[in-house]
């Protein structure tokens, strides 16, 4: 089963830009993953499919400033122009073998 | 619009039984895969359990194998969670969630998720 790992928390200027990662197990360096957005009090919010290739595919609704790219095993998602409401916990999903896997989520502060 | 609406959290006994729902609109039910995940207070997500499109075949975590059920009832597009013999660490936020494609579980990513019902486990 892959491991995601996740730094727990991350901060970054308003108006600024801020890369966020998700990293697999080794083995599993190759798999797609997912990004959730999940604001104070609320449920998840998919955000993104992300690709090894650095490939991706944004739900519906997602804004341009939410961006996806791949290194490796590194899985990161990119937020520009930070905005006050981008403050929350982020997750990384994967999925292997009949079960669904999440990292521990990063928690975002806006300054 | 997709929609995904929780019910039947509760404060319950250790050894208490619970039914969640989760009625869904705006698309079947039968057609994809489909999943509870939990949050424990102030912790990250967590999978608890999936069933396969039509129902065929399902799936849970270690932690509640054996004491959970999920289950589907095609003609009201509703998804179920039965849970019995429960845990005061089974306390959390049960949120269901859509696969984005395909009847097959683990297969894709959650692309839709229900606002959450609160499960609390304590005497």
């Known amino acids: 089963q892959p491991v995601v790992t996740q730094s727990s928390s991350a901060s970054a200027s308003l108006g600024s830009s801020v890369k966020l990662t998700c990293t697999l197990s080794?083995?599993?360096?190759?798999?797609?993953v997912a990004w959730h957005q999940q604001q104070p009090g609320k449920a998840p919010r998919y955000l993104m499919k992300?690709?090894?290739?650095?490939?991706?595919n944004k739900g519906s609704g997602v804004p341009d400033r939410f961006s996806g790219s791949s290194s490796g095993a590194d899985r990161h998602l990119t937020i520009s122009n930070l905005q006050s409401e981008d403050e929350a916990d982020y997750y990384c999903?994967?999925?292997?073998?009949?079960?669904?896997?999440f990292g521990g989520g990063t928690t975002l502060t806006v300054l | 619009e997709v929609q995904l609406l929780e019910s039947g959290g509760d404060l319950v006994q250790p050894g208490g039984s619970l039914r969640l729902s989760c009625a869904a609109s705006?698309?079947?039910?039968?057609?994809?895969?489909m999943s509870w995940v939990r949050q424990a207070p102030g912790k990250g997500l967590q999978w608890v359990s999936t069933?396969?499109?039509?129902?065929?075949?399902?799936y849970s975590a270690d932690s509640v194998k054996g004491r959970f059920t999920i289950s589907t009832d095609k003609s009201k597009n509703i998804l179920y969670l039965q849970m019995n013999s429960l845990r005061v660490d089974d306390t959390a936020v049960y949120y269901c969630?859509?696969?984005?494609?395909?009847?097959?579980?683990?297969?894709?990513?959650?692309?839709?998720w229900g606002q959450g019902t609160m499960v609390t486990v304590s005497s």
């Open positions: 992300l690709e090894g290739s650095g490939r991706y």
């Open positions: 069933i396969s499109g039509g129902a065929y075949n399902t």
């Open positions: 080794s083995v599993h360096s190759n798999y797609i």
């Open positions: 705006g698309f079947t039910l039968n057609n994809y895969a």
């Open positions: 999903e994967t999925w292997d073998s009949s079960s669904q896997v």
């Open positions: 969630a859509k696969q984005l494609s395909g009847s097959s579980p683990a297969t894709d990513a959650f692309d839709v």
